[in-house]
């Protein structure tokens, strides 16, 4: 009962539990601002944040679930043929993610103000190790033999 417990205890629950905590840099301060220069600032940063946030989601909100679905669905699969076909497409599916969540933390990085003094920073840092630390074991894991 503890072991198929601590399996369904995933990094998704744990963002669940966390996403109370995630705030922004305001906006609304920038916006006020009267200055020329700082509007056109304003308007580059945002747009940043627009290919940001697409990243990521196109990544931890579209391809990741979609890797893990395929996955999931050569637990049935008795064809050799199928679950090659499956096992593959969830590697393409994880690979493409990981690009993408990376270049959505080159973005931020290279973009926006990285101090870590906000709860959105600090959790998407660690969602980015967290990625690495998967795509690390995926490569490691143990060959599953297919009757």
């Keep these: 009962m503890i072991k198929k417990l601590a399996y369904s205890t995933t990094p998704t629950n744990l963002i669940f539990l966390t996403l109370p905590l995630v705030g ?12 020329h ?3 056109q600032n304003n308007h580059k940063m945002t747009s940043e944040m627009t290919v940001h946030g697409l990243l990521l989601w196109a990544s931890m909100g579209l391809l990741m679930p ?3 679905l395929t996955i999931r669905m050569t637990n049935r699969e008795k064809c050799r043929r199928w679950f090659k076909l499956l096992f593959y497409m969830h590697v393409i599916l994880q690979i493409v993610s990981v690009l993408l969540a990376t270049a959505g933390a080159v973005l931020s990085i290279k973009s926006f103000e990285n101090s870590f003094n906000n709860h959105h920073q600090r959790i998407g ?11 690390f074991i995926g490569f490691r894991r143990p060959h599953r033999q297919v009757s």
């Design 66 to 68: 979609l890797g893990i």
């Design 37 to 39: 220069s700082i509007k």
């Design 125 to 135: 840092l660690a969602l980015y190790a967290a990625i690495l630390l998967q795509a």
């Design 24 to 35: 922004c840099s305001p906006l609304e301060q920038l916006n006020k601002a009267s200055n």
